[in-house]
T-cell receptor, first 111, second 114 residues
């Protein structure tokens, strides 16, 4: 059974720093992995989708990597800003078509 | 710009009332999903639909039903609301075919059952 883990559950970093958020999964037989951002009381906003054949995707200051063999994905945020404060979730799509979400990392950027 | 619209952002209902949560997407997506999100429990799948008139139970379907009469609209129904259904409800959609599969979410509906 696929399990998706995001550690740490919460993270505070000073503004301007580069940071890495982690997502690990137990079954490497996936179709893709997607990163989301969620602001308090809102829905999830899609940030990046990585297909299983890809190793990374980039969008602006965000870069997501995927290493299926080790069951890991990272979301790299460059030059963090207070507006990046949010909860970041990863989700894995299994080959049985189930989507498994992590519980998220709550990120706080200190001004 | 892609859009998933949930009809109500905030609802307050009384125990025993029938509740309708509506979700509309404008991306011609085949697949639609209803989740609930609770602190400490994460997102849990209630029901999903792979096409019009189709529906499948997710992980926690008890106390809920759904309707998909048109491709763009997926409704979640609470036949008789209970206090343990107080939650944030999230609708999502994606194109059919798992090779693409980017998931898009609505803004969420916060339901309080008194």
């Amino acid at each position: 059974k696929q399990e998706v883990t995001q550690i740490p559950a919460a993270l505070s970093v000073p503004e301007g720093e580069n940071l890495v958020l982690n997502c690990s999964f137990t079954d490497s037989a996936i179709y893709n992995l997607q990163w989301f951002r969620q602001d308090p009381g809102k829905g999830l906003t899609s940030l990046l989708l990585i297909q299983s054949s890809q190793r990374e995707q980039t969008s602006g200051r965000l870069n997501a990597s995927l290493d299926k063999s080790s069951g890991r994905s990272t979301l790299y945020i460059a030059a963090s800003q207070p507006g990046d404060s949010a909860t970041y979730l990863c989700a894995v799509m299994n080959r049985d078509d189930k989507i498994i979400f992590g519980k998220g990392t709550r990120l706080h950027i200190l001004p | 710009d892609v859009k998933v619209t949930q009809s109500s952002r905030y609802l307050v209902k009384r125990t025993g009332e029938k509740v309708f949560l509506e979700c509309v997407q404008d991306m011609d997506h085949e697949n639609m999903f209803w989740y609930r999100q609770d602190p400490g429990l994460g997102l849990r799948l209630i029901y999903f639909s792979y096409d019009v008139k189709m529906k499948e139970k997710g992980d926690i379907p008890e106390g809920y039903s759904v309707s998909r009469e048109k491709k763009e609209r997926f409704s979640l129904i609470l036949e008789s609301a209970s206090t343990n259904q107080t939650s944030m409800y999230l609708c999502a959609s994606r194109t059919g075919g798992v090779s693409t599969g980017e998931l898009f979410f609505g803004e969420g509906s916060r339901l309080t059952v008194l």
